[in-house]
């Protein structure tokens, strides 16, 4: 079958794979984040054609999928397709690799919160944009976690949180060690900046902090950016210890929003959820804004739904959910 897009481009499909991985085969690379259906990056219009639901599409509604909606991530197709899918050239000459790598560091910045760093083998490293993740294998467990250092750092962070009773949460907590030897796979995902002739919203839940801190770091390092927007960093989290990065910036000017979820009597800050909080400061600049969130999906999903009922375009805003990986 052919996979053509409205730009242009056009691939054969493979089979019994989805659209996604049959682009990624054919060196296209479209929006996409978990590829288990359940964040709705990947969502697109099928314009022509039929296709077959390799995997659940949880993210779609049935108005949805009414309206011709499909996640690229689930679906096969089973005659030729037209859809409205945008090649992001800038992914270009990054290469998915998967590699040894050895922890170099951990750190506990609080009781929940796992900060791990990975050293690459003499000779080996991984070329990212900031923003994207990898894949940690071990023991046969395969977890998403986002990079949390810039592609200026020989090392990898990543910072964890830990999900009671999660498989690799009980390794991160309780047996990882120093010089422990793991595989990643990657770069993964598609939540970078695509460029900055906006005003910049950022919106973080938990260790959701984790690619921002990343992409806001490498803009703040970068000499050959210039901002001519405002920046906006809301950053949520249920206890006030669970803010384990300080944001501080040499050459960049973001307003820095600390949201606890859960009342407390010892916070100076705002209470409550991000998305609101975000709503409430800053109103009808919303909507001129591009707006990056990351974190828990039901924020997520939230701030999508009233950010878009105030009119922000579907298209100025970019989401990685921190769904479970199966
Ligand atoms: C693109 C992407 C990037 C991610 N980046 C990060 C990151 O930088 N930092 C980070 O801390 N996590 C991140 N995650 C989440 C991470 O991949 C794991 O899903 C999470 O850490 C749980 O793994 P586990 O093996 O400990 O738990 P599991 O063994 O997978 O699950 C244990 C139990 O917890 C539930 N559960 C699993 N995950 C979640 C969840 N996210 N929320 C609520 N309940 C859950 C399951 O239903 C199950 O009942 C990311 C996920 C994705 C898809």
């Avoid at 395969?142 to 949460?169: C, E, F, H, N």
């Avoid at 707006?291 to 878009?308: D, E, H, L, T, W």
Wanted: hydrophobic fraction near 40%.
């Amino acid at each position: 079958m052919r996979i053509k897009t409205i730009e242009g481009n056009e691939f054969s499909s493979t089979e019994a794979n989805s659209i996604l991985d049959s682009a990624l085969l054919a060196g296209f690379i479209f929006e996409y984040s978990c590829k288990n259906g359940l964040c709705g990056v990947c969502k697109t219009t099928l314009i022509e054609g039929k296709v077959l639901e390799l995997k659940s599409q949880f993210a779609l509604t049935d108005e949805e999928k009414k309206n011709h909606k499909i996640l690229t991530c689930c679906c096969e197709p089973v005659s030729d397709v037209v859809i409205d899918a945008e090649d992001l050239t800038r992914l270009k000459n990054i290469d998915v690799k998967t590699l040894p790598v050895r922890i170099s560091e951990i750190n506990f910045p609080a009781k929940n919160i796992i900060e791990v760093v990975l050293r690459f083998p003499p000779a080996a490293s991984i070329k990212f944009l900031e923003g994207q993740y990898l894949d940690v294998l071990w023991n046969n467990i395969r977890r998403s976690y986002s990079i949390a250092s810039t592609s200026l750092d020989k090392k990898v962070k990543l910072l964890i949180k830990k999900v009671d009773q999660g498989q690799m949460s009980d390794y991160w907590f309780d047996q990882a060690q120093v010089n422990d030897l793991l595989r990643i796979e990657g770069p993964k995902g598609t939540f970078f900046i695509r460029d900055a002739v906006k005003p910049l919203v950022f919106l973080a839940t938990g260790t959701g902090i984790a690619p921002i801190m990343s992409i806001l770091t490498k803009i703040d390092q970068d000499s050959e950016f210039t901002q001519q927007h405002a920046i906006h960093l809301f950053w949520g989290n249920r206890y006030k210890e669970d803010f384990v990065w300080q944001p501080m910036f040499k050459n960049i000017e973001v307003s820095v929003e600390k949201v606890i979820s859960k009342s407390d009597k010892d916070w100076g800050g705002e209470t409550g959820y991000v998305q609101m909080i975000a709503l409430e400061k800053l109103g009808a600049k919303l909507v001129v804004s591009d707006v990056y969130a990351c974190g828990s999906n039901a924020m997520i999903q939230s701030s999508k739904q009233v950010f878009s009922d105030i009119g922000l375009p579907e298209k100025q805003f970019y989401s990685d959910a921190f769904v479970q990986s199966f």
